[in-house]
Each structure stands twice: as C-alpha cells, then as structure tokens.
C-alpha cells in the first residue's frame, strides 16, 4: 500500500503519522487515534455528523484525505472544551436540550462554532438579502447556514435556539 | 478504494509533467468533495493523485482596467466572502452561496467547482449502464428516472445536467478561464469550457488530457453590479438545482439597455441564454416581454416524460429575477 507520512497538530497534540494514502482524517480520528466523537453518518458529505474543525474551519472530515492536510490543525468534539469548562455551544445545547440520540450532536455543535465564527468575520449566506451588510443571525440565517448538518431525530426546533441562544451572548 | 501515491507539487508546471507522467489514471486533487466521494463509490479509481490545493493560485486579484482573476484553488467559501466579488458581481457570491454547505465550501476549490461531475444516479452507481462512466454501455436514465435531467441540448447517449451553481453565474458573466497544459498555457471563455454530450458525454469539457485548470477572470462588467442568482430546488438550502437561473440586468428609463442570462440544471452545460438576452435588448421591462424573452430560449426545449415541469419552472423563474433585478 502507498504510504506518506505527515504531520498533525490534533487537539493540540503533536502527532506524526505515517497512513495509507487513502486514509480520511475521518477514518485518522476514529480508527488509528480512538477519537469517536466525529461520526461516520453517510461518508459521502451529505450528513455533517463528521464535521471537524480544520485550521479552525469546518469542514466534512469524511471526504478529507489526510495526506492532503500536513502540516493542519484539526479540532474535533473531544478538543473543544477548556478541560472541564464547555464551550458556551456545548452548554447552549445542553441548555436546550438541543438532542435526542446525539450521534448529529459533535458535528452540529463544530459546525455551529465555525460558523458563528464565519458570520462574525462577515461572511453573507444565501438566506443573506444584502450581501453588503452586516449578516444578522436570525433564524432563517441559521437554519441555513447549518444545513450541512442533518438530524434524523428531528431536533432543529432546539437547536436552532441553542445556536440563537450563544450567538447573543 | 483503489490504492493510490500522493503527489504535492508547488508550481502549476510541476504539477502538469507529474500528470502527464503518470497516465490517464493519474487526477489533479482540489477540495476533494467531489473526487474522493466518486473514488469511494468506484466511479474514479485513479493510481495517482496530484494535489494542487497547494500552487500559488490561492489569490483573487485585481486587473488593471478592471476585473478579477480568481485562482483555482481559492476555497468557495473564500470566493463568496470576497467583498469585491460581492460589490461587483453578486450573482457570483450567490450562485456559490447555493450550492453544497458551509462545510463543503469550506474544502471546495474554484477549479474543482468547474470540474465536478454529474449526479445523475445512474453515473454514481457502477452496478448501472451509462454512457458517460463507460462509453457504449447506454443511458437507462432516458427510460427510467430522469425528473432532474436535462430540457436542453441532450443526446439519444446522455440526459445528465451539470450540477454547478458557480458555473451558471461564470457563463452568464462571460468569465475566461485559464488553462495549463502541456502545451503550455491557454483560455478558454464561459460558457465554453463545458461541451454538449452528443456521442461522447464521456467528455464533460473541452479540456485536453492533462490541463490544469489555474485560474478564472472575471471581465469588467457594470451591469454585474445589478445581478442576482435564482435557484429553485426540492429543498429549502444543500440540494442540487431543479432550475436555476443567473442574470443581470441593465434597464434604463424602463427599457432593457443590456442583459446577461444563463440556466443552470436544464442541461449538460451551464446554459447561456442568448436568445432570451437578444430578444430583451430595447425591450419595454416588463413582465410580458421577459415571458417572451424566456420563451424565446424556452422554444427548443425538449422535454423527457418527467421532466416536462422543468420548461414552465423555467420560464417563472427567469421572469421572476428579472423582474426582481428591474425594481
């Protein structure tokens, strides 16, 4: 099997690893480091529930194969706490009750870190009416900007106020 | 997955030669949200993959007299948050703003956008004939489920529609895209660089064996500041379009001094409606004369069984931008 060996900063450890090129950071996380908390929903995009943070931006860690990410810095559900103080999207969502099952919960709670952090930085989104404004997260913009994460338990009437509920803090 | 090596060129040169070096198995590697899913569905199976997420085409730049040059590995999600795309083009920042999610805009490369493959079903599943995964198999897709399939421009061989909002929002804005191959480089103008199926729907674009897509520039355009992307689908945001619709829009004293259209979803191409924009220029702006506008282009549509919906959707939703871009 072709091999390559790569840096990565997980979690804010070091690790150097030498994988099959085939490897996704998915596949790193959950099989070769025993992180499962990102979830292997669909492993084709479609689902969000293995969404990570890499270089602080979200993204589908499920389609990243991770020789192409040397040298990154991958955030997923188990770094994102401050050792036992949540993060305030943790405690949103816990909060209200913004779950049923929780296997869409590590993904939905990285995606909404990311994104609240691409709306304050200004980014617009297709719900975005003035592309020259300030984007106002609303509900409309919310449920929107998180519709790469899917929940099969139905739980968006939480979640969206959870998400609501930390954006204004 | 079939086993691959890995390679990281820095410089479009490099990557090129690695390419051409390594046979027609070999792929160039964007954001991988497309190549990676049809690698684990066996629908690609390179050997080799050369990634070129890290060549020096990362920028938007500004030309002088005006324009943009955007680099092919620019992220979606960088190209739609760029205040100068949003000021100037805002059917660009909205065409990429409906298309897949925030994760995937996050990891989706300019040049992967222009690139990625059909999701007819048919062309996704290996257990089933098509014409464009193995030329000569058949299309079951004309007989069977085609609801999503093409109006316009199809051949007996191939109903599939190209599944980009961006490229829609290029053709319409007469983008220019720049190329690197073998022969060193070269451009290729919007809505050019896609290709109509005929007896070869193998053939997505007009790109030769081994070119590099490096960069696309956006011309100066003054009525691109009066632009808008419509985009009707079965759900209300991360679905592929039933039709959508970029334009802009020039009226002056309420009548249409210039306009640009294109149709995404309809065809094998993003569908630059020239008949619809020659039939607007001098016209009252009116809701009438963007119906006749529509039909205009609308007239050569060749509907299959399930997709007949698609020609009337067509015609409200150019007359709706329209209309909304003339307020």
């Known amino acids: 099997m072709p091999d390559f060996t790569l840096s990565l900063t997980i979690n804010g450890a070091a690790h150097d690893l030498t994988l099959d090129t085939r490897t996704t950071l998915l596949d790193l996380l959950r099989e070769h480091l025993g992180l499962t908390g990102a979830k292997k929903g669909c492993d084709h995009g479609q689902c969000g529930s293995c969404t990570v943070l890499l270089d602080g931006r979200r993204i589908k860690s499920c389609l990243a194969l991770a020789v192409a990410h040397d040298g990154a810095e991958v955030t997923s559900i188990e770094g994102l706490a401050d050792g036992d103080a949540m993060h305030p999207i943790q405690a949103a969502f816990i909060e209200h009750d913004a779950f049923q099952c929780g296997y869409c919960t590590p993904g939905q709670i990285l995606s909404a870190v990311a994104m609240l952090d691409e709306a304050r930085e200004g980014w617009p989104s297709f719900a975005t009416a003035d592309l020259q404004a300030e984007p106002a997260l609303d509900e409309r913009e919310i449920r929107e900007r998180m519709s790469g994460n899917l929940c099969r338990c139905g739980a968006y009437a939480n979640i969206v106020p959870a998400i609501h509920d930390a954006a204004t803090r | ?249 020039d009226v002056r004293d309420g009548v249409v001094e210039d306009c640009r259209i294109a149709l995404g979803a309809v065809a094998h191409v993003p569908w630059r409606a020239l008949r619809t924009e020659e039939a607007l220029r001098g016209r009252p702006a009116t809701e009438a004369a963007f119906g006749e506008a529509a039909d205009a282009e609308l007239a050569a549509a060749d509907p299959l069984p399930e997709n007949a919906f698609k020609v009337p959707l067509a015609r409200r939703v150019i007359v709706r931008t329209l209309e909304e871009l003339s307020r």
């Open chain 2, 1 to 249: 997955m079939r086993p691959f090596t890995y390679e990281r060129p820095t410089d479009a040169a490099s990557a090129v030669a690695l390419l051409g070096d390594a046979g027609p198995a070999a792929r160039y590697l964007g954001g991988g949200t497309n190549l990676v899913d049809l690698m684990k569905l066996g629908v690609e199976s390179p050997d080799v993959l050369v990634d070129v997420t890290r060549l020096p085409h990362d920028r938007i730049e500004e030309l002088d007299g005006g324009g943009l040059r955007i680099g092919a590995a620019v992220r979606n999600s960088d190209l739609a948050a760029d205040r100068r795309v949003r000021e100037a083009y805002p059917v660009l920042a909205q065409s990429v703003l409906a298309g897949a999610s925030g994760q995937l805009r996050n990891m989706a490369t300019v040049g992967g956008n222009l690139l990625q493959r059909t999701r007819c079903a048919y062309f996704t599943d290996v257990t089933k004939a098509c014409n464009k995964r193995e030329g000569g198999t058949g299309c079951p897709a004309r007989a069977g489920h085609h609801r999503n399939h093409a109006i316009l421009g199809h051949s007996e061989a191939c109903v599939a529609t190209h599944p980009s909002d961006m490229a829609v929002a290029l053709a319409a804005l007469g983008a220019t895209v720049h190329v690197e191959g073998h022969d060193g480089p070269r451009t290729i103008p919007m809505p050019g660089l896609h290709r109509l199926p005929g007896d070869e729907p193998q053939r997505d674009t007009e790109l030769r064996p081994g070119e590099l897509v490096t960069a696309v520039e956006l011309p100066a355009l003054e009525l691109a500041r009066r632009s808008a992307y419509r985009k009707v689908r079965e759900r209300a945001s991360f679905a592929f379009a039933l039709v959508s619709v970029a334009a802009a829009l």
